[in-house]
């Protein structure tokens, strides 16, 4: 199993500036009001990823946090 790549959240947020909606940011949390209580600018939750991922494109990066 691949690990997940840490990166910096100054990188992370130069990459959702320069990608023009083709990146996802995604509370990586299952309870609801946790990724409430947590979440960033313009994030999704995770049940929201999941009702969406039919409808995204291939293309798309997701980039998932945690705190």
Not at 2 to 17: I, K, N, Y
Not at 36 to 56: F, K, P, Q, Y
Request: net charge negative; with cysteine; hydrophobic share 45%.
């Amino acid at each position: 199993m691949t690990q997940p790549l840490r990166v910096d959240p100054a990188w992370v947020r130069a990459r959702l500036q320069a990608a023009d909606g083709r990146i996802l940011l995604v509370c990586a949390y299952e309870l609801h009001a946790k990724c409430e209580r947590l979440r960033l600018e313009n994030a999704i939750s995770l049940t929201e990823l999941r009702a969406r991922e039919d409808a995204l494109p291939n293309d798309t990066e997701l980039i998932f946090y945690c705190q």
